[in-house]
């Protein structure tokens, strides 16, 4: 009859509200090793370190073959010497950035790294002693002995047999700010030295 409720219907409806909800028991997430969250400059920069390495290592050949092809300052055996150092951090750099987009790219990140934080030390340390003979601290090699500056392509003078001599080691041909350019050479190997370091020991963090 309607008005009338089924006491069974009533009973089930009541026990059916009383049961509580039960969830599922969850375990701890898994954890994930990651990189510390930065932001910034730096943040990329070191993420992006290879090819920072690549652009600064070219930036410094192609100035100092500006300043050889318009400025005539030729280059002593020592400011040769600084410049192989770029030339080979440049190749490692460009290794890097392709080891990236391989199957092994997680493992070969940090020893390139650690290779680019060995090259730029060498070269800091290079063009610092080059510093040093320019400001006469301590002698330069036997072979900065040279004289006369004279262009390495006068291709008359070679062919009459005259002996090219390259520029001495321990006069510095230009100066900005009081500082030589074996002394910017070093300054800024030291920075690059730096940031190699820095990536190549980057710590990781577990999240959950």
């Not at 990329?44 to 005539?72: D, R």
Request: proline residues 8%; contains cysteine; charged residues 15%.
């Amino acid at each position: 009859m309607s008005g009338i409720d089924d006491p069974q219907a009533t009973q089930a409806g009541l026990a059916q509200a009383e049961t509580p909800v039960v969830e599922p028991v969850r375990g701890p997430a898994p954890a994930v090793t990651v990189a510390p969250a930065k932001t910034g400059i730096v943040s990329l920069g070191l993420e992006w370190w290879p090819v920072v390495a690549f652009v600064a290592s070219a930036a410094m050949l192609a100035t100092a073959h500006a300043f050889e092809t318009f400025g005539k300052l030729y280059p002593c055996p020592l400011c040769l010497r600084q410049r192989e150092v770029f030339w080979v951090a440049g190749t490692v750099a460009v290794i890097a950035i392709a080891a990236r987009y391989s199957p092994w790219a997680l493992r070969a990140r940090r020893p390139f790294d650690l290779l680019l934080g060995a090259v730029f030390p060498y070269g800091a340390a290079l063009a610092a002693y080059h510093a040093g003979v320019e400001l006469k601290w301590w002698p330069g090699p036997t072979t900065c002995s040279g004289g006369a500056t004279a262009a390495a392509s006068d291709l008359v003078a070679m062919l009459k047999g005259d002996t090219i001599k390259p520029p001495a080691c321990d006069k510095a041909a230009w100066i900005f700010l009081g500082i030589s350019m074996a002394g910017w050479n070093a300054l800024i190997s030291l920075g690059l030295a730096t940031t190699a370091l820095a990536a190549g020991f980057r710590k990781t963090e577990t999240v959950r």
